[in-house]
């Protein structure tokens, strides 16, 4: 069983496809963003992100006049599709090419399906910021390491969708935010926050000050942090004592990220790493909700309270 375990969570060393990394970065930004311009504010800019799919990362269906479009990377076949709730479609073969050529085929299929597409086309959360029309820096694409990384992913979301199972409070969804490339859910205690800084490279403050505007703790993965990945989790504002908090094997704080960390090699090395990656965003999180005094009897639930639902 163990070796079971271990097969599904998949390795991709960082070093294997940093540029094929950086490519998917700039392309699932310019897909988000395009989201982003029509679809409405909800708190903490949870209406940008895209999900997890059964084929790679979707933006789910995005409102338009009276309908809806939707696009999703479909990493089994490699290539991107937007659907139309009008019956038309269209596809964008993913294969190297440089991320201005990935963004004009996409503003193209979106013309093509009478879809206006009115996005700030930089992007945010990176130095240097390279406007998509002129980014011919990258322009790589392995469809075996992208496909891995979605099947990373998948396990990722998996867990994270049990772990956010567990809260009842206000709690997002498992969402994957292009901005900084990361899977996350993020729990509140229901308290407001100090005003964040801001600080993010090429992102006004505001976004982080919005993003930022509720007493929290977030967990999720990332493709960095560790030679293949990292499993993370931080609190905002941080109370004291949280970087000393035991929090198991593993896992260790960085002060450069301001997050625990848990390396993804030693998730997919453990004997079950399930259970490996569930009690790390346990522990991180009864660090923040002890420290910080969270009403935790109101925000915890047990999710397995009605099961077996008898029919």
């Known amino acids: 069983m163990a070796d079971q375990a271990q097969r599904s969570w998949p390795r991709l060393r960082l070093a294997d496809w940093t540029k094929t990394r950086d490519t998917l970065h700039m392309w699932a930004q310019i897909v988000g963003k395009v989201r982003l311009a029509h679809a409405p504010l909800l708190n903490h800019w949870w209406q940008v992100t895209l999900y997890v799919s059964p084929r790679g990362l979707t933006t789910s269906a995005i409102p338009y ?22 019956g038309g479609s269209r596809t964008v073969t993913l294969e190297p090419k440089p991320v201005a050529a990935f963004y004009a085929q996409v503003m193209d299929a979106l013309a093509e399906l009478r879809i206006e597409a009115p996005i700030h086309a930089t992007p945010n959360e990176v130095d240097p910021a390279i406007p998509f029309a002129e980014d011919r820096r990258n322009d790589s694409y392995d469809p075996h390491a992208a496909h891995l990384f979605w099947r990373q992913l998948l396990q990722a979301d998996r867990v994270l969708g049990e772990f956010r199972s567990h809260f009842s409070g206000k709690v997002s969804p498992v969402h994957f935010f292009w901005g900084a490339m990361d899977l996350a859910c993020t729990r509140f205690s229901g308290r407001p926050a100090p005003a964040h800084p801001g600080g993010a490279p090429n992102c006004p403050d505001y976004v982080m000050s919005e993003g930022y505007s509720g007493e929290l703790s977030s967990a999720g993965f990332w493709p960095g942090g560790g030679e293949e990945g990292a499993f993370y989790s931080y609190a905002y504002p941080e109370p004291p004592g949280f970087p000393d908090h035991p929090v198991g094997p593993h896992a260790f704080y960085s002060r450069e990220a301001g997050e625990f960390l848990l390396p993804y090699e030693a998730v997919a090395a453990a004997d079950d790493p399930d259970a490996t990656v ?32 008898q029919q």
């Not at 006049?65 to 009008?86: K, P, Q, T, W, Y």
């Not at 965003?281 to 420290?291: G, S």
Request: net charge negative.
């Open 65 to 86: 006049g009276d309908g809806a479009f939707d696009i999703e990377f479909d990493f089994v076949e490699h290539v991107l599709r937007i659907r139309s709730s009008d």
């Open 278 to 309: 569930a009690g790390f965003f346990r522990n991180t999180y009864e660090a923040a909700a002890e420290l910080a005094n969270w009403d935790r009897a109101t925000l915890e639930e047990d999710p397995h309270r009605l099961t077996p639902l």
